[in-house]
């Protein structure tokens, strides 16, 4: 009989583990990676798995999900996040799936629905029908050039569910915009970090007018009215800085420039008097 095991990185998670945790109980195992939290993140989860394992902190590192894989002992691998729970008919029909013996899969992409900011709407930017969480321990791939993109497959046999409004996997990101701005400061450090040495920074700048299409052309989010501006704002804006942070990361030479400025000012204004005192 075919296994699977839940798998997820967290970091400062004890708001929302407990429950991503609950609706993966079905799996027959859960690994959770944890990086280093300063709350009640390991504590919760070892309420719920003996599979608890403490890697150093860093700001994104695809070889986390990497490590996250090699702790699977199970042939199925279901991918989570903190901001997941699942409904319990999908988690049926994923047991149902994997353990027909004539299935000839790798990847099934699931029913999928992505809030964001408290919002979720075929005119999202963020909009997607399905998700590849679940998938074969073998065919897993980690790019090590993304951060968005970490997890491939190393196979073309993809099976994508039925599309439902309800009985699908929840993704509940974002629920404030301090909380975004905050987890996308992670991640546009990571995208400078990351971002390929040998790929101009043309490629970078090309994803900003394509992000302004996908909103204003593709998905027509502004018909969303306000709601719509904001989740348009926020999705363009994490295009725009992640430039900024590829062009520091590649050409910024501002801490050279300032401390250049600084001591050619300072030897102008010459050694300071030894007898200075403040205030007088």
């Known amino acids: ?17 407990e429950a991503t945790l609950r609706c993966a109980l079905w799996c027959d195992e859960i690994v959770v990676i944890d990086k ?57 029909r994923i047991r149902d799936l994997i353990e027909r013996d004539d299935f000839p899969y790798d990847v099934i992409h699931v029913p999928y629905r992505r809030y964001v900011l408290g919002l979720e709407t075929k005119r999202s930017p963020w909009y997607s029908k399905v998700h590849p969480a679940v998938f074969r321990k073998r065919v897993v791939k980690i790019r090590h050039d993304s951060v968005h993109g970490a997890i491939t497959f190393d196979t073309e046999r993809h099976y994508k569910m039925s599309n439902s409004t309800e009985y699908c996997m929840y993704h509940l990101t974002h629920q404030t915009a301090d909380g975004m701005m ?19 920074l043309g490629k970078a700048a090309l994803a900003i007018p394509r ?7 593709k998905r027509k989010t502004f018909l969303m009215g306000w ?54």
């Open 1 to 17: 009989m075919a296994t699977i095991s839940a798998v997820l990185v967290v970091y400062n998670e004890e708001e929302r583990i």
């Open 36 to 92: 280093q939290s300063t709350d009640r993140t390991r504590e919760i989860a070892r309420e719920y798995t003996s599979k608890v394992f403490e890697i150093p902190y860093s700001d994104y590192n695809p070889a986390d999900n990497l490590r996250a894989v090699d702790h699977v002992s199970s042939a199925w691998i279901l991918s989570l996040t903190a901001s997941d729970v699942m409904h319990p008919a999908l988690a049926a």
């Open 182 to 200: 905050d987890r996308h400061l992670l991640y546009w450090r990571a995208e400078g970090r990351l971002f390929p040495p040998d790929t101009s």
């Open 211 to 217: 992000a302004v299409y996908r909103v204003f052309v």
């Open 227 to 280: 709601d719509g501006i904001a989740l348009g704002a926020a999705y363009i804006s994490y295009l725009l800085l992640r430039f900024v942070y590829i062009w520091e990361h590649r050409r910024s030479k501002a801490p050279e420039t300032y401390q250049q400025i600084r001591s050619s000012i300072l030897q102008i204004w010459g050694d300071p008097p030894k007898d200075r005192v403040d205030g007088q």
